[in-house]
């Protein structure tokens, strides 16, 4: 196994060369193979182990055998100890779900705080089989057929060609000693009847499953790149990017027969779980919206907009100095005297500065604002009847800033700026005001 092993990690991982890593290492025999794998290896290495409190003495059993092999072999070790029990009731989180996030983050933690470059698990191929049947009968798509990656961000899995049978004999054969978790005997977690009951009987149907299981999902890998190949293609032209937004034209998209396919596609990744509400939209009305925890997906007439979330401001107003020239937030706006008006922009207003009082105050619009917009002679509109004039979103109207000096509005910022304002014959001293 050893050359197959050393074969496996040259030809598929060759950036780990020079890098330094950490191994996790629970001092079962996967693991403990995985760091007696390494340790013939030319590698900077170092341990981690986590002590997730869960077994009683077991598990500070099972701390003191991974230190001592690391302390007799002069391997660095590091270890945490969680409450694990306790984190699980506080986020309701199964208690497996709870070891992997604190386990994850904190070897995300130690990544950074250490300078390493990567860390390698000890998940094989019959844990690639059991993560694929356990999501086979939760139901799901190709991403939970094609099983456990072999690299993941800054997580690699180098033993995930390798069965359990395999790694079971490479410790028989190299007299490498192992703790075994109690709890791995228990068919009271889904994994372990699988394990158990299942993958037996999977075995003696074919006694050459675990490989058929791994064409099988090759295959399946395969698949899942060609979908993603063909969702890219149609995303350029279904799709347009328009700052954090992403506009998705309704009329390209329903041309297609399968385009539920492609909108779970574009959007999963964003968290996004009410399928059949993001579906409907489609045909649904201009101003219905689904919401993910950051982000959100708006009707607004023939497209779909995705956006963040954004967080509400605590102060929605903010003055501006008359000696300030140049403001950075919430906008960039950048004020300067004019000797002339250069040509016509939604991102330039020009006002008679002895019309002006300062401070300006800048605020988001509110219903009910009112002013009198340039080129209509003194009528007043509402700001609301703007937005419907100029097909606004409700996300762009959310977006939008008002100028106001004292109570009256200058300018509906980067739309239309208030007659009230503008520059006359009479005109002694003009403001520039622009929106960068």
């Given at each position: 196994?050893?050359?197959?092993?050393?074969?496996?990690?040259?030809?598929?991982?060759?950036f780990?060369?020079?890098?330094?890593?950490?191994?996790?290492?629970?001092?079962?025999?996967?693991?403990?193979?995985?760091?007696?794998?390494?340790?013939?290896?030319?590698?900077?290495i170092?341990?981690?182990?986590?002590n997730?409190?869960?077994?009683?003495?077991?598990?500070?059993?099972?701390?003191?055998?991974?230190q001592?092999?690391?302390?007799?072999?002069?391997?660095?070790?590091?270890?945490?100890?969680?409450?694990?029990?306790?984190?699980?009731?506080?986020?309701?989180?199964?208690?497996?779900?709870?070891?992997?996030?604190?386990?994850?983050?904190?070897?995300?933690?130690?990544?950074?705080?250490?300078?390493?470059?990567?860390i390698?698990?000890?998940?094989?191929?019959?844990?690639?089989?059991?993560?694929?049947?356990?999501?086979?009968?939760?139901?799901?798509?190709?991403?939970?057929?094609?099983?456990?990656?072999?690299?993941?961000?800054?997580?690699?899995?180098?033993l995930?060609?390798?069965?359990?049978?395999?790694?079971?004999?490479?410790a028989?054969?190299?007299?490498?000693?192992?703790?075994?978790?109690?709890?791995?005997?228990?068919?009271?977690?889904?994994?372990?009847?699988?394990?158990?009951?299942?993958i037996?009987?999977?075995?003696?149907?074919?006694?050459?499953?675990?490989?058929?299981f791994?064409?099988?999902?090759?295959?399946?890998?395969?698949s899942?790149?060609?979908?993603?190949?063909?969702?890219i293609?149609?995303?350029?032209?279904?799709?347009?990017?328009?700052?954090?937004?992403?506009?998705f034209?309704?009329?390209?998209?329903?041309?297609?027969?399968?385009?539920?396919?492609?909108?779970?596609?574009?959007l999963?990744e964003?968290?996004?779980?009410?399928?059949n509400?993001?579906?409907?939209?489609?045909?649904?009305?201009?101003g219905?919206?689904?919401?993910?925890?950051?982000?959100?997906?708006?009707?607004?007439?023939?497209?779909?907009?995705?956006?963040?979330?954004?967080?509400?401001?605590?102060?929605?107003?903010?003055?501006?100095?008359?000696?300030?020239t140049?403001?950075?937030?919430?906008?960039?706006?950048?004020?300067?005297?004019?000797?002339?008006?250069t040509?016509?922009?939604?991102?330039?207003?020009f006002?008679?500065?002895?019309?002006?009082?300062?401070?300006?105050?800048?605020?988001?619009?509110?219903?009910?604002?009112?002013?009198?917009?340039?080129?209509?002679?003194?009528?007043?509109k509402?700001?609301?009847?703007?937005?419907?004039?100029?097909?606004?979103?409700?996300?762009?109207?959310?977006?939008?800033?008002?100028?106001?000096?004292e109570?009256?509005?200058?300018?509906?910022?980067?739309?239309?700026?208030?007659?009230?304002?503008?520059?006359?014959?009479?005109?002694n001293?003009?403001?520039?005001?622009?929106?960068?």
């Open positions: 196994m050893f050359s197959k092993f050393q074969d496996h990690i040259v030809s598929r991982f060759p780990l060369e020079d890098k330094k890593l950490f191994l996790a290492v629970s001092g079962g025999l996967d693991s403990m193979v995985l760091l007696h794998l390494f340790q013939q290896l030319p590698y900077e170092a341990v981690l182990h986590c997730f409190q869960l077994r009683g003495l077991e598990s500070f059993g099972d701390q003191e055998f991974v001592d092999y690391c302390n007799q072999n002069n391997i660095p070790f590091f270890t945490t100890q969680f409450d694990t029990k306790a984190f699980a009731e506080d986020y309701k989180l199964s208690t497996q779900v709870a070891a992997r996030e604190l386990r994850y983050s904190w070897f995300y933690e130690l990544l950074e705080e250490k300078n390493f470059d990567f390698l698990t000890a998940h094989h191929a019959d844990d690639n089989l059991e993560t694929f049947i356990i999501n086979l009968t939760r139901g799901t798509g190709l991403d939970g057929l094609t099983g456990i990656p072999e690299e993941n961000d800054r997580i690699i899995r180098p995930l060609p390798f069965s359990r049978e395999e790694i079971l004999k490479y028989e054969e190299n007299t490498i000693e192992w703790r075994e978790d109690s709890s791995n005997a228990s068919n009271k977690y889904l994994r372990n009847k699988i394990r158990h009951d299942l037996p009987i999977l075995k003696e149907i074919n006694s050459n499953f675990l490989d058929a791994g064409k099988t999902q090759f295959y399946l890998q395969e899942k790149e060609m979908v993603e190949d063909a969702s293609m149609v995303y350029q032209q279904v799709a347009k990017e328009e700052g954090e937004d992403i506009h034209d309704l009329n390209q998209l329903k041309k297609l027969p399968n385009y539920k396919s492609y909108l779970y596609q574009w999963n964003f968290g996004f779980s009410a399928w509400d993001i579906y409907d939209l489609v045909e649904g009305q201009s219905k919206q689904v919401f993910s925890e950051e982000f959100r997906l708006l009707k607004n007439r023939e497209t779909l907009i995705l956006s963040p979330i954004s967080e509400t401001l605590e102060k929605e107003e903010f003055e501006i100095a008359e000696n300030n140049d403001v950075n937030f919430p906008l960039k706006l950048r004020l300067c005297n004019a000797d002339h008006i040509i016509d922009s939604k991102e330039v207003i006002v008679d500065a002895e019309k002006i009082r300062f401070p300006l105050i800048l605020r988001k619009w509110k219903e009910g604002d009112v002013f009198h917009p340039f080129g209509m002679q003194g009528k007043s509402k700001v609301s009847k703007l937005f419907k004039d100029e097909k606004l979103s409700l996300i762009e109207k959310e977006k939008t800033w008002i100028l106001c000096s109570n009256q509005i200058v300018w509906v910022v980067g739309i239309r700026q208030d007659e009230r304002f503008k520059i006359e014959n009479t005109t001293k003009i403001l520039k005001i622009e929106l960068q």
